[in-house]
């Protein structure tokens, strides 16, 4: 399922909240060792080690808004809604910087 969060910024001002929200994901939930790889413009691979196991997802910037999508086993789908929960905040609280003009 993919998750976005809207916006009314500019594509280099998304991508740009994007990679501020994952740095401050990345920063606070370290021990998951979080990463990203960005495959164009608008799509990113991202991935998390949770319990020993490798996750892998997405970040992609369209017009108007940031999808997350995150591809989780069955017994990990706890932290799935979790991690997809706290990137989202985190995009939001980023977004809405931007929007004020912060970033």
Known sequence: ??????HHLDAQTARRVAEKAWESYSERFSRYQPRIRWISDQRAEVGFTAKGISLGGALELSDGEIGMELDVPFLLRPFKRRAIGVIEEEIRKWVKKAEDGEV
């Open 1 to 6: 399922m993919k998750h976005c969060v809207k």
